[in-house]
């Protein structure tokens, strides 16, 4: 989910449209995912809200993440090596969006069939 929210923020399709599928695959329910798409600030689990936050936040500009962003997480049950995670997995997802975007990868057509 934090790579569907960082690829829609970042505008890569392939990306977006992939881990959707991926969510979609997994059980995750498409009224969420949509949620993430549209806006987060809208869903319900708070928890949930405050990751995609924090991960959003941290692809963008880590370098202004402050102490609360972390205490918010911790706030919600994270360990500091999960908050380590969901800094990894954002940078993943920026790196995964940068191959996809510069190589002009197109969206596959088996994204819409899942």
Do not use: W
């Not at 809200?49 to 205490?71: N, V, W, Y």
């Not at 090596?81 to 969206?107: F, G, R």
Request: glycine share 2%; charged share 20%; proline share 2%.
């Amino acid at each position: 989910m934090i790579f569907v929210a960082i690829s829609q923020d970042r505008n890569c399709r392939y990306c977006a449209a992939a881990h959707i599928a991926c969510c979609r695959m997994l059980g995750v329910h498409p009224d969420v995912c949509e949620s993430m798409v549209r806006n987060i600030d809208n869903h319900s689990d708070l928890k949930l809200r405050a990751t995609i936050a924090f991960a959003r936040k941290c692809a963008r500009d880590p370098q202004s993440l402050t102490a609360e962003d972390h205490k918010t997480l911790f706030s919600h049950g994270y360990t500091q090596s999960q908050i380590v995670e969901v800094i990894s997995m954002s940078a993943l997802a920026v790196y995964a969006n940068i191959l996809a975007d510069a190589t002009a990868m197109e969206n596959d057509e088996m994204f819409d069939l899942i």
